[in-house]
């Protein structure tokens, strides 16, 4: 009963290095979400996936890009990690009438 | 201005208190109402979710949406000590996109 699976769990990058976040979900869902975490900002939403195939921008998409890369897998790129990229990284999955599964998320540090 | 705003906190109650956390938003637009609650370190967690204004109940936990004011409230009954988090209120309007408030942190102590 994983549910929502995110790798890795935490990460170290320096400055202009690129890097693949994965998200695996166990439950059958359509809908998939890749949110940033930062300090009293609550969480940003930078792209969805409302079914297999396709993507779309959410609030905060700039340096990010992302692969659906079937109804299990969403996976979020960064080609070049900037410092403004530290944070924490949550995929969801859509339940009903909202995201209701989270994954434990990705403490990615850009130095 | 922020879209759905709350206190970040911290909100200090002794066991037992009953727990009131508050969220107010600024777009008449949105539709359904959700509060997340999210332990250090770990994702969010869904808790409750309501479409209409009035009160919705599950267990300890009451919603209260008052659409007319644009506020959203969430209710704890006999609060515990594993009750202690960040809480998260959000809204989802006519599209696709949930917008978060910056959460709540509760600490409930024995």
């Known amino acids: 009963n994983a549910g929502v699976t995110q790798t890795p769990k935490f990460q170290v990058l320096k400055t202009g290095q690129s890097m693949t976040l994965q998200c695996a979900q166990d439950?059958?869902?359509?809908?998939m979400y890749w949110y940033r975490q930062d300090p009293g900002m609550g969480l940003r939403l930078i792209y969805y996936?409302?079914?297999?195939?396709?993507?779309d921008k959410g609030e905060v998409p700039n340096g990010y890009n992302v692969s659906r890369l079937n109804k299990r897998e969403f996976s979020l790129r960064l080609e070049s990690a900037a410092p403004s990229q530290t944070s924490v990284y949550f995929c969801?999955?859509?339940?009903?009438?909202?995201?209701?599964?989270f994954g434990q998320g990705t403490r990615l540090t850009v130095v | 201005q922020k879209e759905v705003e709350q206190d970040p906190g911290p909100l200090s109650v002794p066991e037992g208190a009953i727990v009131s956390l508050n969220c107010t938003y600024s777009?008449?637009?949105?539709?359904?109402f959700m509060w997340y609650r999210q332990y250090s370190r770990k994702g969010p967690e869904l808790l409750m979710y309501?479409?209409?204004?009035g009160n919705k109940e599950d267990g300890r936990f009451t919603a209260q949406v008052d659409k007319s004011s644009k506020y959203i409230s969430l209710f704890i009954r006999d609060s515990q000590p594993s009750d202690s988090a960040t809480y998260l209120c959000?809204?989802?309007?006519?599209?696709?996109?949930?917008?978060f408030g910056g959460g709540t942190r509760l600490m409930v102590k024995p």
């Open positions: 969801a999955i859509r339940g009903g009438y909202t995201e209701a599964f």
């Open positions: 439950m059958n869902h359509n809908s």
């Open positions: 996936s409302a079914s297999e195939g396709t993507t």
């Open positions: 777009n008449s637009a949105f539709q359904y």
């Open positions: 309501t479409y209409s204004s």
């Open positions: 959000a809204k989802r309007d006519a599209g696709n996109m949930l917008t």
